[in-house]
């Protein structure tokens, strides 16, 4: 049995990791830690979770985190820094959830994260924990970066593109859209009901901090820099991102971009790519690590259009955590992640 603890356990990726983990057989949650709910029984902040643990919230202390096989940092930006230093040092395994490891580049990481990076002594041996690419070193790793939930929907809508070198990497385009519950479970104006329903609204178009991470894996899928535009939007919905990702054929005009997906991920047990014409929707992978993909050429021009859609808190978030984790220890990658998306 795994032994798991959590820091920073009261935000929205710390209850979907005890919710999927409650439903793991291999794993158990020995620790939860948050400062500001030291002393609170899990259950009572949140009763989905009733007759599932006994935990309380805890201080976080290093060496109790250390005691655990792998410990999985539901946290802030900037706070795994320091402490997972301090646990890898005592022999432990981390997971972060958090951005603290998924940009290479420390300069890169503080200009988009406004503080200096903390622990740039370990972003070389941090693996960015894309299973679908980085499968076999994510299973070695000490140390993973759980990626970011818009870059989870746009890369894998693009990374075959790329590396079949079929579009052009300089005028890529992802419209992106995302539920309420991707700002997190803080108290701002912004997430307020009265604020955020029957509205839509992009934001950060100037720039996004998940564009470097998705430059960053696009680089890396196509060899060379590519040129991205993202922007995201909020739209009045918990759960669930939607990316629609332009680009352009670079002259390759008889490419069968349905079966280039389709053998892309064919071994890939949370990419379901969707017969030809098809138009994924959001509640299709609600609570569950799936990311449902459809590939279009509009009027069968040069133009590529790829739908990607995920659950932001599971495969954006929590389920690619534990999907990590499956690979760590050698399990079957898809244990404890095998529900069933709700509907309606």
């Not at 032994?3 to 710390?14: A, H, L, Q, S």
């Amino acid at each position: 049995m795994i032994k798991v603890g959590i820091v920073g356990g009261t935000g929205y990726t710390g209850v979907e990791l005890l919710r999927l983990l409650a439903q793991h057989p291999e794993a158990q949650v020995e620790v939860i830690t948050s400062r500001s709910e030291a002393g609170v029984a899990v259950a009572d902040m949140y009763p989905n979770l009733r007759g599932h643990y006994d935990l309380r919230f805890s201080v976080p202390d290093a060496d109790q985190l250390a005691a655990c096989d792998v410990v999985f940092f539901a946290t802030p930006h900037g706070v795994a820094h320091s402490l997972a230093g301090e646990i890898l040092d005592k022999g432990g395994r981390v997971i972060d959830l958090s951005a603290d490891f998924r940009i290479r580049d420390a300069e890169l990481w503080a200009k988009w994260y406004g503080q200096p990076h903390g622990a740039p002594e370990l972003l070389g041996e941090a693996v960015y924990g894309l299973p679908e690419v980085n499968r076999e070193r994510i299973r070695s790793a000490r140390l993973i970066a759980a990626p970011g939930c818009y870059p989870t929907a746009v890369q894998l809508a693009t990374i075959p593109l790329l590396e079949a070198g079929l579009i052009d990497t300089q005028g890529i385009i992802a419209d992106c859209k995302s539920g309420v519950s991707g700002a997190g479970r803080g108290a701002k104006v912004g997430s307020l009901l009265c604020e955020t329903s029957e509205s839509m609204m992009a934001y950060a178009v100037a720039g996004h901090r998940h564009e470097p991470e998705i430059e960053q894996g696009l680089k890396d899928a196509a060899g060379h820099d590519v040129d991205l535009t993202f922007v995201p939007h909020l739209t009045p919905m918990i759960r669930g991102i939607h990316a629609t990702v332009y680009s352009q054929l670079n002259g390759q005009q008889e490419a069968d971009l349905q079966a280039l997906f389709e053998q892309r991920y064919a071994n890939e047990p949370f990419v379901d790519v969707m017969p030809a014409g098809s138009h994924p929707a959001t509640r299709s992978v609600r609570g569950v690590n799936v990311c449902r993909i459809a590939v279009h050429r509009p009027q069968n021009s040069s133009r590529v259009v790829v739908l990607s859609v995920i659950d932001n808190l599971v495969k954006g978030a929590s389920g690619q955590a534990i999907q990590n984790m499956n690979l760590m220890f050698d399990l079957e990658e898809n244990m404890g992640l095998n529900q069933v998306a709700l509907m309606p």
